[in-house]
Every structure is written in C-alpha cells, then in structure tokens.
C-alpha cells in the first residue's frame, strides 16, 4: 500500500502478471425468505472452484461497520488509506459522466430545488424532476457566462447535474449552499481562506444568474451546489508499486478514478465481454490489470435480489476467459457490499480471493461471505490487498535484514 | 507493546514465568503433492496436545502481505513496531556472527565482486566464492588502515563479509556502493549530511586501498559495501514490560537482536538441547524467556520440506522437557512463515499459541496454520503478542477505570 513507507526498497517489476477483477458491490446479505445471500444463492461453478484453489478471506473497505461510497471503496483496493486520500462530491459525479478535468478545473455537484416567492427553500431536490424535464434547464445554465471564467453544466440525471469552472488561479476550498433543511434560503458560497475569494465571486455571480434565468420555471427555479473539488494529486499507482497498470473498466466514473491514481485506462466497449475482449488485447502490454464489473452492484442498488443472483451467474460464466490467460495472480475482490435487502452500499465485509502458484486451497468449497470467513487470509483492511498481490506475484522482498 | 502509551500504568512485575519460544520460520505452505504444509504433514504429539488447551490464532509480523526479514520479525513479537524501529543490515549481519559493536561504531555489510579492466562490474557477488577462496581476501582487507579510525573486516560466509568502523564522531549515513547493476563502477560512499562527511572520506580510503590490493585477483578484485549501520537505542525491553528477561538463542544474531531490545544473554551451546538445559540452569533467575529454535528456518530456506517436517518433529520431541518446568505462560510463536515451496521467508500469516490456566482451548485439534486461522485469537499484529501474553501472566492490570 501506499502508507507503507519502506514499500519502494522491497518492491520492484518483474514479468509476471496479476489480474484484479473488482466486482462491485460484491457482498450480500441474506434473504428474509431463504437466509442465503446472493452469493450463496447463485450458481457459481467457476468461482466455486477458484475458491477451493486459492487464499481467501474478508477485506474491510475503510473501518469495520463503515460503508463506503465508490470512491473510498476503489481507493482501499488499490492500497490508498480511504481516510487520507479523498476524491470531492463534484470531482467523482464528473467523473461518472465522462466529464475530462484538468488540474485546475473545480467542479461541485448541482441539483434543481423549488423555491417558494420568499425565496425560501420549499423542496430541495425539485420534486426529483425526471431527466426530460431537466435536460432543458441544464442547457439554460450552460449558457450563463461569468467574466474570467469558463462554465459548463453537464446533465447527471433526473434533477442532478454537474457544474465545472475552468480557469487560472481556481479554489475548491468553498462551502456547499445547501443548508440542508427547508423554509431558508439558499446559502451563499463562502470562501474557507483568502485564495478562494476570486473563486468564490465566480460562483456566486453564475448563481444569481441562474436565480434570474430560472425564475418562472414552476418546478425547478434554483439550484443548489455541493462538494466543490479538484481532481486531487495522489502518488501514481504505477510509480509506488513499480507497475504498467492497465484499467478496463465500461463505466466513466471507474475509468475516472483509474486515471487520477495515474493507471493507464484502456478503451473498450460497455460491456463485460467487452472489458474481456479488451483484456485480451492489452495482456502483454501490461504487468497488472484492474478489471471492473459493474451489474452485481447496480442490481443491488435496485434492491433486485433474483437480479444481483443473475449478475453474479454472469459474471462466473467469464471466469474461464480470464483463466485461459493464466495470469500468475488472480485476486477476485469487491469494492464494497450491496445487499439487495437494503439497495445501498453497506459496511459488510467483502469476500476476497487470491490464487497463484503458491495458493493451493484453504479448505473453503464455495465462493460466498460465509465460507470466506473461514478463509486463510482472515479478514483484513482492503487497504492491504495488493501487498498481498504483489508478494504472490514475487513483486515485493522481505522488509528488512 | 511499546507503542501502547499507557503501558506503564498499567504493567507490574510479579513471579509468574513466561516462556516464549520463539520457532524460525514456522508457518509454512502446502506441498504441491500433497496440499498438506509442513505443520500439517509433521507429526507433532505434543504440540497438538498444547494447541488443544490453549488460546491459539495467526499473527501478521508486519503487516498483510509483507515478508519479513529476521530482524522486523523478531522485534514485532518483543512488540517493538518493525517499521518504527529498525536495525541496518550491517549491523544484523555483525551481530550474526557474534562481532560485538559499541555504540559508537558503524557496520557495512560487505560483498566481494569481479570488476573488468576498465573497472566496470562484471559480477556483483564474484560468482559466489566460497568461504575457502574468500576468507584470505578477508585477511588482506582486514590489514587494511585508514587513519583516525580503527578498521576490521570479519568474515560471514562465501562471498560475504562484515566491515567494521571504531572511532570517535562516526555517522551511519552513508550510502551504498553498491549500483544494483553491472556494466557500471562501483559507486563512492556519499554522506547523507554534513556530519557524515569525516566517516564517507574515511570509508572511501578504505576503499581506494581494498582496489589496490585487490587488484590481480582473477576471481574477486574489488568489493561492494551497503547498509552502514549503528546499533539503534530502543526502548528497553525489561524496562517497558517490568521485567527480568533471559534470552537463549544458540545463534549469534538472534543473542544480537535480544542484546540490542536490552534482555539479558544468557550463554548456551550450539544445539537446541543445549539451551532448554541452559532454561532449565537460569529457571530461577528470570521471569521471562525467549527461547529460539533455528532448524525449521533453515530447512525451509533450503527449500526441503522432508527437512522442515523433521526440523519441526524435533522440536516436538522437545516440548515436554519445557512443559516440566510448569511454566504460568507458554508462547509458542514464529517469526515469520519460511514455506519450503518459496525456500525463503514469506508473507504468510504465522501459527501462535498462548498456554495459561487462563486457557482452556478452543476446540482446535492440531497445530497448524490451517488448524489456528480458526482460533478464538484470531489473526492479529505480532507487536500485540507481548500484551496477551502479560496478561495471561497476571502482570497486566485492566487499562482505565
């Protein structure tokens, strides 16, 4: 991991290769009808037969009984301490739609919200307008122009959006205008500190210009704006671990988070046999591979109990493709849980997996967060995962004489 | 553990003994043939018989998926923090063979190598001379002198040396000369700081005169120096847990590694037998015991597995003869895992065992890394191996009211 400072003495490159699938939202919970979860209710003969081949165990994403959000998630696995290295609300939500920022871009996270002939908050999220409804008002804001600056609005989805300023000498230490309740006014952007003062005047300016050009509208005649951030500087995944990483993933915003750790990401099409056939491509170009796949995570987002099961069969029917590659280190891993019965990201431990030549069964028969805790590997801060990877891999010497 | 701040509110020394044994290279991993590991194929009576009465588990001796080297492994299971605390590579490997250093000098650990004519390195190591051909090379180098400072070159083993430094106003920080590569000179000595500066001139004229008396040898005409080290202060040891301690280790860097935590040496002969005899000689005087056992760390370094699971049926054999003794806490601990299938140490998490009258088992059968994931110890940091086992001895009180 990052936060292991004697990391760079014992680490170096050698040829052999490891593959991390990140299967998001990979942890259940079990279902109040049959009290199996989705993992020990799929059908999973190929991950079933990983698990009994290698070293398995439990990760925790940040600290036990903490859910986190992608970002946190992500960070852990790739060896950042989740507390110490932060992606911003705006950064991540631009990152999810493509959005490309350079290092002095702020973004911050927009919404719609109703305001009442006071200008007091009545709804702060616009009675969740649908996209149709809102698409047009984002074209209203992205027309709004501020001297010495340059704006985008950028449609999310229903009454979500982002707001990018682009521009030289831009701070992202500014306060959010949400005050969090009804019956008040939106806030103002304040600055934390004098060098963001000018960014601050910016924003404002673009706010009461959006209170004019929305007001009439009967849904949604102002905004709010939260999470004001710049793509942040974090040491390179590559240089710390003495990789040439490769990051397939279908999804923007894991394409996004792949870049700012300083990964190479690689195009493919927005499928998973898509990232496979694109793993397929790129595999001697490259000594690690972040493999990312999405649909277990969305399904339980949806609270689609049958659906994350089929996910997770679809995933298991892949697993020969990657295997018929033979990579040297293999880590199937989850970001964080999303158990269907609660349709969010949870604090769950996560199942994970390594197998390589020197892992050879630890006695579990199945893949799923129950036979896991009896795995070798215990459980563990995610954060240390890839030391894990990389001494299996025979990337990393002993620490010390 | 010395990192725990309130350590000395709430330890007390009492008469209860604790004997900790300290078993090199114990965890293992399993044979490709058999998917059993060392542990798991030796038959070890009496150890199983200790495992199902006592309190047993896994530690991890730096941190997940780090393999430790002697040093880090040692000084986490006294509970000094292996990253916090550290001790050079030269002065390990004077401590390995016995060389003892006053608190002034400095060690390198030294390596011959074969240079070309135009004084580039063709070999890092001289093809690995032996001790034979290597040791009056040693002598020529240890008639080596520099003034204003007292010079010794002691030999370790083949191709390896130990470079010793008596004087006043000596600095460790000094870099290596060692390049990593061939195809290039030998690098200089370089200080780190201006207060290095005396103890680089002095090192480099030691170097300019190894070169010329070197010179005209076919097989090793120059040498490599790295790791310039001084014994590092730590924390004592008797002092931060109250207590008496006796060291027993027949090998010199392991009585160097509990010389430098400040435990007491106790003198022994070269075999195991030799030292339960001196435990049971110094029994009496002390009221705590680390007690190492070196064969199952070489066997597994030699990579033979028929070797380890002999190694560690001796020290069965041997259990009884401690059990006599009727120690109030037995520890039986390694330092890392050395699997004969990697012929090094590894990353793997290592067996530990606690007996008390405090400990009634765990329902665990057998003594191995498989047996004890399942342990009510869990997996957990060496460093806090100290503070179970002082409690288990009575000679901690409960933290806060």
């Known amino acids: 991991m990052i936060d292991f400072p004697a990391l760079h003495d014992i680490v170096d490159s050698t040829p052999s290769k490891v593959v991390m699938i990140v299967v998001d939202g990979l942890g259940g919970a079990p279902s109040p009808e049959t009290g199996l979860s989705e993992l020990e209710t799929a059908k999973l003969p190929n991950l079933d037969m990983l698990a009994r081949e290698s070293s398995v165990g439990l990760t925790i994403p940040v600290a036990p009984g903490v859910a986190p959000g992608s970002g946190p998630g992500h960070l852990s696995l790739f060896g950042y301490n989740p507390l ?3 992606i911003g609300r705006g950064v991540l939500e631009a990152l999810g739609i493509g959005v490309s920022m350079g290092k002095d871009d702020v973004a911050a996270r927009g919404n719609f919200c109703l305001l009442d002939k006071e200008g007091l908050l009545v709804d702060r999220r616009a009675g969740r307008i649908s996209s149709q409804e809102s698409f047009p008002l984002v074209e209203v804001l992205d027309e709004i122009e501020v001297d010495g600056v340059e704006l985008s609005v950028f449609p999310v989805k229903d009454y979500r ?9 831009l701070s992202d230490k500014l306060t959010e205008t949400d005050p969090q309740r009804i019956g008040v006014a939106p806030l103002e952007v304040e600055a934390l500190g004098e060098k963001a003062e000018k960014t601050r005047d910016l ?4 706010l009461l210009q959006a209170r004019r050009r929305l007001m009439g509208q ?3 005649n ?29 999804y923007p915003m894991y394409r996004g988070l792949a870049n700012v750790v300083g990964m190479n990401v690689i195009n493919c099409g927005v499928e998973f046999e898509d990232e496979i056939e694109s793993l397929n491509t790129n595999y001697n170009n490259h000594d690690f591979f972040y493999v990312h796949y999405k649909p277990a995570d969305a399904e339980g987002e949806d609270g689609n109990f049958e659906g994350k099961v089929r996910a997770l069969e679809e995933l298991d029917v892949m697993i020969p493709r990657i295997l018929d590659l033979n990579p040297d280190v293999l880590v199937v891993a ?15 431990y996560v199942p994970v997996l390594i197998r390589s ?41 002993k620490y010390g004489p």
Chains 1, 2 share one sequence.
């Open 357 to 397: 030549k020197y892992t050879l069964g630890d006695g579990v028969e199945s893949f799923s967060e129950r036979a896991f805790s009896q795995g070798s590997l215990g459980t563990f801060q995610a954060e240390h995962l890839m030391l894990q990877a990389l001494s299996h891999a025979g990337k990393l010497s």
């Open 84 to 86: 110490k290295y932060f």
């Open 161 to 169: 959006f982002v707001f990018l300023m682009k521009g030289k000498g």
């Open 218 to 220: 009967e849904r949604a």
């Open 203 to 206: 924003a404002n300016s673009f």
């Open 334 to 348: 989850g970001d964080h849980a999303t158990p269907s019965i609660l349709a969010a990201h949870s604090w769950h």
């Open 222 to 250: 102002m905004l709010l704006l939260r999470g004001f951030s710049r793509v942040p500087t974090f040491p390179s995944f590559n240089d710390s671990y003495k990789l040439n990483a490769a990051a397939i993933a279908a």
